[in-house]
């Protein structure tokens, strides 16, 4: 009977939530969600297990149902402890899959998608090289060929069982008749008695009486048409340039180049993800257009027509409109030029690393390394006018060979940057003077000068400052002091609250090469070799550090942020691949309504722990959780547009099943808006 009440009270809950709830909550993933999108495009590796296909394929993993034709995608936000596979291999006496990264991490794991991390070999310090060359199973072992020797691993107790230092470069393994053979990367063959002491060097002894390395191509051979038919979604490549959010839709591009001018030889691409299909533009754009260069890195979307947008790199400039390729703009139709003096290169080596749409359609180039140009726009209309200036070109009167990150501000003025170590600069145009500002010296408010201080982006705050990544750490300039010739690069500092009157600047001396600015006016930081940081809207409080090794970042080089300003998910262009972060913080509503504001999860159902979620709300508006009657449950304040609920009370208490308000006003007072939310315990 007592169950029977129970059972019916948390239905009366539901029934009453459903009855007085009139807001809709879409299906968004909970504040602290991550997710990787892995690419897969390129089969590498085939292994059978049991009813189930395990591919690797550019380098990442995805699981084959051949009963059910199911596709279950494996990245280190989910199951895996690490990315950028190497090997896979099957034990079918243990019915587990070993998998082997380029940093010699190991996971172990079952068909059903249990994963256990073998990380010794990661872990260890040595001198000599640790790659891992070739698996051969044996048993329940598998035989890993490394570059000092060979490692045998129990797959059955997850555990290296042995190491056997032959201090040579092993390529392959394989055992007959009782003895074991190791061929080196000279094709040189060692072998020792299973029966003998395999850890003695001694034991091991060169022969030319060997078995055959073969490696088993049945998996691949059997299975790779089908394969070839699976789509288990995801970008192209894992390698980036820049990244953008518009009108619901993320983009990306990639090519040669990777931000940092890190050479990557990938054919240039344009990718387009609507938060549930990925669409890849030809990735053979560069040869229907008899273009060289392979190298896509900049991209923006026409705010009067999001169907229509441009992509460039060095390779002139791409237009597409409806989903297709339109035009290539080069020199032969346009006033852009192709590098100068570059008698080594052809014409088509056009560099185009900056543009950027007004708000009227119009859309402003960067054309660096020229002698003629280097600022431009095409207008709506069709017409190209040039607007090239002197500060523009460095001494030698070419046009500097980075500009790039072209950002308008919230007063119309045009900011980018020259990266390149040719004339390093900060440069400020307004598109109604035609006048520009140019700072080429990074000085910040002591009067520290930085030597070899390098911009990689630019944004404006929600305070209207202007933020600079470098890798020497962030500057900004003053809102007051924008458009003013002789502004000041500050450097924000931060006090060391150890009771001295001490402070340092903030992330001083780390490379930040991507700055984004969240709807709670918050800054995310990427970072070369420090992964991504979060700071305080008042630049005084460090609220997150997320690393490869803390987090499931995918990587301590972050090259890009980019954040969908309608859910709060952050999203990191990292060297190793696209992966995200649902943050705490979304756009403000300008007018908060009763309609958009609204929870999730909600209702809450019994055994969730997790965050709960309003969203719609105001600016730093006042936000209290009720309980039907009006007693006072929690309070605070929303980040940007977004507040999160623990399900506690202030005492730090559960809070019982029931029907709660969310009554939130604007930071004035002014407006009240409720909404309601069911929890079932």
Same mark, same amino acid.
Not at 105 to 127: C, P, Q
Not at 552 to 576: A, C, M, R
Not at 582 to 590: G, L, M, N, P, R
């Given at each position: 009977?007592?169950?029977?009440?129970?059972?019916?009270?948390?239905?009366?809950?539901?029934?009453?939530?459903?009855?007085?709830?009139?807001?809709?909550?879409?299906?968004?993933?909970?504040?602290?969600?991550?997710?990787?999108?892995?690419?897969?495009?390129?089969?590498?590796?085939?292994?059978?297990?049991?009813?189930?296909?395990?591919?690797?394929?550019?380098?990442?993993?995805?699981?084959?149902? $051949?009963?059910?034709?199911?596709?279950?995608?494996?990245?280190?936000?989910?199951?895996?402890?690490?990315?950028?596979?190497?090997?896979?291999?099957?034990?079918?006496?243990?019915?587990?899959?070993?998998?082997?990264?380029?940093?010699?991490?190991?996971?172990?794991?079952?068909?059903?998608?249990?994963?256990?991390?073998?990380?010794?070999?990661?872990?260890?310090?040595?001198?000599?090289?640790?790659?891992?060359?070739?698996?051969?199973?044996?048993?329940?072992?598998? @035989?890993?060929?490394? *570059?000092?020797?060979?490692?045998?691993?129990?797959?059955?107790?997850?555990?290296?069982?042995?190491?056997?230092?032959?201090?040579?470069?092993?390529?392959?393994?394989?055992?007959?008749?009782?003895?074991?053979?190791?061929?080196?990367?000279?094709?040189?063959?060692?072998?020792?008695?299973?029966?003998?002491?395999?850890?003695?060097?001694?034991?091991? #002894?060169?022969?030319?009486? @060997?078995?055959?390395?073969?490696?088993?191509?049945?998996?691949?051979?059997?299975?790779?048409?089908?394969?070839?038919?699976?789509?288990?979604?995801?970008?192209?490549?894992?390698?980036?340039?820049?990244?953008?959010?518009?009108?619901?839709?993320?983009?990306?591009?990639?090519?040669?180049?990777?931000?940092?001018? +890190?050479?990557?030889?990938?054919?240039?691409?344009?990718?387009?993800?609507?938060?549930?299909?990925?669409?890849?533009?030809?990735?053979?754009?560069?040869?229907?257009?008899?273009?060289?260069?392979?190298?896509?890195?900049?991209?923006?979307?026409?705010?009067?027509?999001?169907?229509?947008?441009?992509?460039?790199?060095?390779?002139?400039?791409?237009? %597409?409109?409806?989903?297709?390729?339109?035009? $290539?703009?080069?020199?032969?139709?346009?006033?852009?030029?192709?590098?100068?003096?570059?008698?080594?290169?052809?014409?088509?080596?056009?560099?185009?690393?900056?543009?950027?749409?007004?708000?009227?359609?119009?859309?402003?180039?960067?054309?660096?390394?020229?002698?003629?140009?280097?600022?431009?726009?095409?207008?709506?209309?069709?017409?190209?006018?040039?607007?090239?200036?002197?500060? $523009?070109?460095?001494?030698?009167?070419?046009?500097?060979?980075?500009?790039?990150?072209?950002? %308008?501000?919230?007063?119309? $003025?045009?900011?980018?940057?020259?990266?390149?170590?040719?004339?390093?600069?900060?440069?400020?145009?307004?598109?109604?003077?035609?006048?520009?500002?140019? @700072?080429?010296?990074?000085?910040?408010?002591?009067?520290?000068?930085?030597?070899?201080?390098?911009?990689?982006?630019?944004?404006?705050?929600?305070?209207?400052? +202007?933020?600079?990544?470098?890798?020497?750490?962030?500057?900004?300039?003053?809102?007051?002091?924008?458009?003013?010739?002789?502004?000041?690069?500050?450097?924000?500092?931060?006090?060391?609250?150890?009771?001295?009157?001490?402070? *340092? @600047?903030?992330?001083?001396?780390?490379?930040?090469?991507? +700055?984004?600015?969240?709807?709670?006016?918050?800054?995310?930081?990427?970072?070369?070799?420090?992964?991504?940081?979060?700071?305080?809207?008042?630049?005084?409080? #460090?609220?997150?550090?997320?690393?490869?090794?803390?987090?499931?970042?995918?990587?301590?080089?972050?090259?890009?942020?980019?954040?969908?300003?309608?859910?709060?998910?952050?999203?990191?262009?990292?060297?190793?691949?696209?992966?995200?972060?649902?943050?705490?913080?979304?756009?403000?509503?300008?007018?908060?309504?009763?309609?958009?504001?609204?929870?999730?999860?909600?209702?809450?159902?019994?055994?969730?722990?997790?965050?709960?979620?309003?969203?719609?709300?105001?600016? *730093?508006?006042?936000?209290?959780?009720?309980?039907?009657?009006?007693?006072?449950?929690?309070?605070?304040?929303?980040?940007?547009?977004? %507040?999160?609920?623990?399900?506690?009370?202030?005492?730090?208490?559960?809070?019982?099943?029931?029907?709660?308000?969310?009554?939130?006003?604007?930071?004035?007072?002014?407006?009240? +808006?409720?909404?309601?939310?069911?929890?079932?315990?």
């Amino acid at each position: 009977m007592k169950v029977l009440i129970q059972h019916s009270l948390r239905w009366m809950i539901v029934l009453s939530f459903v009855i007085c709830h009139l807001s809709y909550s879409p299906a968004w993933a909970q504040v602290g969600t991550w997710k990787a999108y892995m690419a897969y495009s390129e089969p590498q590796q085939i292994v059978k297990a049991q009813n189930t296909l395990f591919v690797r394929a550019s380098n990442d993993l995805y699981q084959y149902n $051949l009963n059910d034709k199911s596709i279950t995608t494996y990245d280190k936000t989910n199951v895996l402890n690490d990315n950028n596979i190497r090997l896979i291999e099957w034990n079918t006496e243990a019915k587990r899959l070993i998998i082997v990264y380029d940093n010699s991490n190991i996971d172990i794991m079952d068909v059903n998608g249990e994963v256990n991390n073998l990380s010794a070999l990661y872990n260890m310090t040595m001198t000599q090289d640790k790659g891992i060359n070739s698996i051969y199973m044996n048993g329940i072992y598998a @035989y890993l060929s490394t *570059d000092f020797g060979v490692m045998k691993v129990n797959m059955q107790r997850y555990e290296i069982s042995e190491t056997y230092m032959l201090n040579q470069n092993i390529q392959s393994v394989t055992i007959s008749n009782g003895f074991i053979y190791a061929r080196n990367d000279q094709n040189v063959v060692y072998s020792a008695n299973m029966n003998d002491n395999l850890i003695n060097q001694n034991n091991w #002894q060169q022969t030319d009486n @060997y078995p055959s390395f073969t490696i088993n191509t049945a998996d691949w051979d059997n299975y790779i048409e089908i394969v070839k038919t699976l789509k288990p979604g995801g970008p192209y490549y894992n390698q980036f340039y820049e990244s953008k959010i518009v009108n619901g839709k993320l983009y990306t591009t990639g090519g040669a180049f990777r931000s940092g001018q +890190i050479a990557l030889n990938n054919p240039g691409i344009i990718q387009e993800y609507d938060f549930d299909t990925w669409t890849v533009y030809p990735t053979n754009i560069n040869e229907i257009t008899e273009v060289s260069y392979k190298d896509i890195n900049c991209i923006d979307v026409d705010p009067t027509d999001y169907n229509h947008f441009f992509a460039a790199g060095r390779c002139g400039l791409y237009e %597409f409109s409806n989903g297709s390729f339109k035009t $290539l703009y080069n020199q032969h139709n346009s006033p852009l030029k192709p590098a100068f003096d570059r008698s080594f290169l052809s014409d088509g080596y056009t560099l185009v690393h900056g543009i950027k749409f007004d708000s009227e359609g119009n859309l402003w180039v960067l054309n660096s390394q020229t002698k003629d140009v280097n600022l431009m726009v095409l207008e709506k209309n069709g017409e190209w006018k040039t607007h090239t200036k002197s500060e $523009l070109f460095n001494s030698n009167g070419i046009s500097k060979p980075g500009l790039r990150c072209m950002m %308008f501000d919230s007063s119309g $003025l045009l900011w980018f940057v020259n990266t390149h170590f040719s004339g390093p600069s900060v440069h400020c145009y307004s598109t109604q003077t035609n006048e520009i500002l140019s @700072y080429t010296k990074f000085t910040n408010q002591d009067g520290t000068n930085y030597e070899n201080c390098y911009p990689y982006d630019i944004q404006e705050d929600n305070q209207g400052n +202007i933020w600079i990544a470098t890798n020497q750490g962030p500057f900004y300039i003053k809102k007051e002091e924008k458009g003013q010739s002789n502004a000041t690069l500050y450097q924000e500092k931060v006090p060391r609250n150890d009771g001295t009157n001490y402070a *340092d @600047y903030l992330l001083s001396g780390i490379h930040t090469n991507g +700055i984004a600015i969240d709807g709670g006016g918050r800054k995310w930081f990427a970072t070369i070799g420090n992964g991504v940081f979060l700071v305080s809207a008042d630049n005084m409080t #460090q609220l997150q550090h997320f690393t490869a090794e803390n987090s499931p970042l995918l990587s301590n080089n972050v090259q890009y942020i980019s954040i969908n300003h309608s859910s709060g998910e952050v999203f990191f262009l990292t060297d190793k691949g696209l992966c995200s972060y649902v943050a705490d913080a979304t756009i403000a509503s300008d007018d908060m309504q009763k309609d958009n504001v609204y929870a999730y999860p909600n209702p809450v159902e019994s055994g969730y722990t997790g965050i709960i979620t309003v969203v719609g709300l105001s600016y *730093d508006a006042d936000v209290k959780i009720l309980t039907s009657s009006g007693r006072l449950v929690t309070q605070g304040r929303s980040n940007g547009g977004t %507040f999160t609920w623990d399900g506690m009370d202030t005492q730090g208490k559960r809070v019982a099943s029931g029907v709660y308000m969310v009554a939130a006003t604007t930071s004035d007072g002014n407006k009240g +808006i409720v909404c309601k939310i069911a929890i079932i315990n």
